[in-house]
């Protein structure tokens, strides 16, 4: 029992991280039908930053909300410069788009950064907590804190602001809101802004329990991606519930299976749900989109 | 690009745009060896051609049937462990091991891609994206079979007492492979069977109204690439005379993808000239060293957004509108 709480919290943990970068491929997959293989870098963006203010003095909060602001203004030059003038063109070349910016990202973080792993100090101390003989991080508590929080702030931030409807207006009908006056190619860059917020913050949490490095937004694209398909492309609570799924599926198969299979798990899931339920978990009822 | 060469109007000699494709490749084939300087070039050059190999297969799956694989590097993976593993662990000879690692692609792409076809959308990018990465752990984690991420070596081929080496032996080898291939993947192009993936790609709801079977072509198209990239991936583990699962890797996959577009889709030259680029440019950015991958990056960003349709088309269309 011990065992499988154990294993439950750590799936939980890493799943919260694949959440919240699903949520923003979510994000932007509705505004534009755009995936972007970029949205991983924003996660590294994120940890790498923080790292190195932190390294300098700046103090930790300071040094997260600088990141975090930091990955923002990357994820809008990205919009700006990379996908507005490709406006028009197929998705297999916005992918491609997305995939030399990330490279590009990467790319420049080996430069400016480095290329070690870092760890940033836990935000509470690391005295674990214990449940019913398992232990819990006081980290894990964070992560799993900021992603509801996040998921709270993203759906007020949907159904309560007029910026928000308006992107859930353009999610339905890209063509229906440009007619009632909404300015599509703004709302775009909002949609990444917030999707780099999202991924820095998740960024920021998990590097005191998984590290950080420059090539981390390749595996964290993978992993959002995968959870994004899980759960239903476009759905954002399709995203949540996958990318916890997706780590909790990969910490009770590195428990109770094979560490070292401990990544295929979750891409053997992908092919299952392909195959029965193509759509995914939550695609079918598409109803209420970001 | 061969359409619209087609309607453009007649010169005094009609030569079949596919012709000229065929003949263009085979004579630069043929010529280069004359100029380079060394032996490097050669090496470089036949690692154009095997990959070139792959990329023509994958232009026709994603120029014709409109489908992406994230995960083609898997396929080039299964034909360069098959020579490798064949020959160390069987006993197997290397060439009924590639003929064996090409059977087992093919049968592992209609696996995969019989269920996905029923489906639209960009479906076999996800299947294809997950089995890739499945494919390159396994060969990362089997050292006892795979070597692990080290990779293992591949024996030299020997044909009746003959030894199988050289820069210059490869490179008429790989070129010769693909220079067949493009003879083949043309004669596709302009079969019945070309002709339907086309009219799919253009409009599926139109291409099932005459009676297109989509499913089916979809996964003939996906089988063939599947089938190139493993000759490929063989080749080029007989080749270089070693593996790593980096062959098989999603980085691996994502270049051949963006050698199809910078290319330009549809087009078998473009897919050469694509080729070319990622595998050269790399060699030539390493002055660059730690710059490299933002520089690759950054061009095929730039690629992408100002030569939408690729380089081939995009290079025609100028040369068109120039002339007239």
């Known amino acids: 029992m011990a065992e499988f709480l154990q294993f439950a919290f750590s799936g939980l943990t890493v799943g919260a991280v694949y959440a919240l970068v699903a949520l923003g491929f979510t994000l932007i997959y509705n505004a534009s039908d755009v995936v972007n293989f970029a949205q991983g870098d924003f996660v590294m963006i994120g940890g790498m930053s923080t790292v190195f203010l932190y390294a300098t003095g700046v103090p930790l909060p300071l040094a997260a909300i600088i990141a975090i602001l930091t990955a923002v203004i990357v994820g809008l030059l990205l919009h700006r410069l990379a996908i507005e003038p490709a406006r028009g063109a197929s998705p297999v070349t916005l992918i491609i788009i997305t995939i030399g910016a990330s490279m590009f990202i990467r790319g420049v973080a080996q430069i400016v950064f480095d290329k070690q792993f870092h760890q940033l100090p836990a935000f509470s101390g690391d005295r674990p907590i214990e449940i019913l003989g398992a232990t819990l991080l006081p980290q894990s508590l964070w992560v799993l804190g900021g992603g509801l929080a996040v998921f709270v702030a993203l759906w007020l931030f949907l159904e309560r602001t007029l910026i928000g409807k308006a992107v859930l207006a353009t999610a339905a009908n890209r063509l229906g809101a440009r007619l009632v006056g909404i300015n599509t190619a703004v709302i775009l860059a909002i949609a990444f802004g917030v999707s780099a917020s999202i991924g820095a913050l998740a960024g920021v949490l998990a590097t005191p329990i998984t590290l950080t490095r420059f090539d981390l937004g390749t595996i964290m694209t993978l992993k959002g991606f995968a959870a994004a398909m899980l759960g239903g492309m476009g759905s954002p609570l399709g995203a949540v519930v996958g990318g916890l799924l997706l780590g909790l599926i990969e910490a009770f198969g590195a428990g109770y299976i094979s560490s070292v299979y401990k990544d295929g798990f979750s891409f053997i899931a992908i092919l299952v749900v392909l195959f029965v339920m193509p759509r995914g978990l939550f695609g079918g009822r598409s109803v209420e989109r970001v | 690009m061969t359409d619209a060469a087609a309607t453009s109007p007649p010169s005094r000699r009609t030569w079949s745009p596919r012709l000229v494709s065929l003949v263009f490749v085979t004579v630069v084939v043929a010529v280069l060896p004359l100029v380079f300087p060394s032996n490097y070039y050669l090496r470089v050059a036949s690692l154009v051609w095997t990959s070139g190999l792959a990329v023509v297969g994958l232009n026709l799956l994603m120029g014709l049937a409109g489908q992406v694989s994230l995960g083609h590097a898997a396929f080039l993976g299964i034909g360069a462990y098959a020579v490798a593993i064949g020959?160390?662990?069987?006993?197997?000879?290397?060439?009924?091991?590639?003929?064996?690692?090409?059977?087992?692609?093919a049968l592992v792409a209609w696996i995969v891609g019989k269920p996905i076809f029923?489906?639209?959308?960009?479906?076999?990018?996800?299947?294809?994206?997950?089995?890739?990465?499945?494919?390159?752990?396994?060969?990362?984690?089997?050292?006892?079979?795979?070597?692990?991420?080290?990779?293992?070596?591949?024996?030299?081929?020997?044909?009746?007492?003959?030894?199988?080496?050289?820069?210059?032996?490869?490179y008429w080898i790989t070129g010769v492979a693909l220079i067949i291939g493009v003879a083949l993947a043309l004669n596709l192009e302009a079969s019945p069977t070309g002709r339907a993936l086309r009219a799919l790609h253009d409009s599926e709801v139109a291409a099932s109204v005459v009676g297109v079977d989509a499913a089916r072509l979809k996964l003939t198209a996906f089988v063939v690439a599947a089938v190139y990239a493993a000759t490929s991936g063989a080749l080029l583990a007989l080749m270089n005379g070693f593996v790593t699962p980096d062959t098989a890797s999603f980085m691996h996959s994502v270049e051949?993808?963006?050698?199809?577009?910078?290319?330009?889709?549809?087009?078998?030259?473009?897919?050469?000239?694509?080729?070319?680029?990622?595998?050269?440019?790399?060699?030539?950015?390493?002055?660059?060293?730690?710059?490299?991958?933002?520089?690759?990056?950054?061009?095929?960003?730039?690629?992408?957004?100002?030569?939408?349709?690729?380089?081939?088309?995009?290079?025609?269309?100028?040369?068109?509108?120039?002339?007239?």
């Not at chain 2, 051949?256 to 080729?275: E, K, N, P, R």
């Open chain 2, 118 to 170: 029923r489906l639209k959308g960009y479906y076999l990018a996800v299947a294809t994206l997950g089995f890739g990465l499945l494919l390159a752990l396994v060969l990362t984690s089997e050292s006892a079979w795979t070597g692990g991420p080290d990779g293992m070596p591949v024996e030299r081929v020997e044909l009746f007492g003959w030894r199988v080496t050289g820069a210059l032996t490869w």
């Open chain 2, 256 to 324: 051949f993808v963006t050698m199809v577009v910078i290319g330009g889709m549809g087009s078998v030259v473009g897919a050469l000239v694509g080729a070319a680029i990622l595998v050269a440019l790399p060699q030539a950015l390493t002055v660059l060293q730690e710059y490299e991958t933002a520089v690759l990056g950054l061009l095929i960003m730039v690629f992408m957004i100002f030569l939408r349709q690729g380089i081939v088309p995009g290079l025609i269309g100028l040369f068109r509108g120039m002339r007239r």
């Open chain 2, 87 to 105: 020959p160390t662990h069987l006993g197997v000879p290397p060439i009924p091991s590639a003929l064996a690692g090409i059977a087992l692609s």
